[in-house]
């Protein structure tokens, strides 16, 4: 899913548990909206479903560090949330009873640096609607082939199970890397010896335009 707005948040550097508490609390303002206006929530789309978390973050920061800097930007950008530019979430939403969805790509080009923590915070938005948040990097399971390699998110993802551990490399040293596809094209390698090429990757990971015709 992608964005067409940016939740920006900036205050003085709280602490991770109190943005923690923040979202624990957008969560259950979730769960009391969704009883009190199911068929909103379950006619509801991804835009829907970003600016209610929008909402629902205004009202939780009240008495809180983040308090009334809450703000909806216009704009593509990963995350969808970014607070103090320490901390960020990345909206997901589902129309399915699957907790799993095709997330942003690995090399998160539009995006904000240097954050401390990226959460998600996911919307099953079929009856019976759910919602949960978690690290970002614990719950992306693998990385899926479309027109680029982007990450696959699995919301009910065990530990030591995510594309990180079985790379051999953090989330946070990954996203450092100068070219973090080539990285990945190496383990894709290793773990498919007898695959084809990726063909819609140049020689040093670079994506390549293909003309494409139906015959």
């Known amino acids: 899913m992608s964005s067409e707005n940016l939740i920006i948040s900036t205050n003085n550097a709280p602490e991770e548990t109190v943005f923690e508490e923040l979202l624990e609390k957008s969560k259950s303002i979730l769960d009391e909206e969704y009883e009190n206006k199911k068929e909103d929530f379950e006619k509801g789309d991804d835009k829907f479903f970003e600016k209610k978390v929008a909402d629902v973050m205004n009202k939780a920061s009240e008495n809180t560090p983040f308090e009334g800097t809450v703000n909806l930007i216009s704009g593509h950008h990963f995350p969808d949330i970014v607070a103090n530019e320490l901390y960020g979430v990345e909206v997901k939403s589902v129309k399915s009873k699957k907790m799993t969805t095709t997330g942003n790509s690995i090399s998160e080009s539009v995006s904000s640096k240097g954050l401390k923590k990226i959460y998600i915070m996911f919307g099953k938005l079929v009856s019976p609607c759910e919602f949960c948040f978690r690290k970002y990097e614990e719950c992306l399971a693998s990385i899926a082939v479309t027109h680029s390699p982007r990450y696959k998110v699995d919301m009910a993802l065990k530990e030591n199970e995510t594309i990180f551990s079985k790379m051999g490399i953090s989330y946070d040293d990954f996203k450092k890397l100068d070219n973090p596809i080539l990285h990945f094209i190496e383990y894709y390698r290793r773990t498919n010896p007898e695959s084809e090429s990726l063909w ?16």
């Open 200 to 215: 819609w990757l140049g020689p040093n990971g670079e994506e390549k335009t293909v003309d494409f015709e139906i015959k």
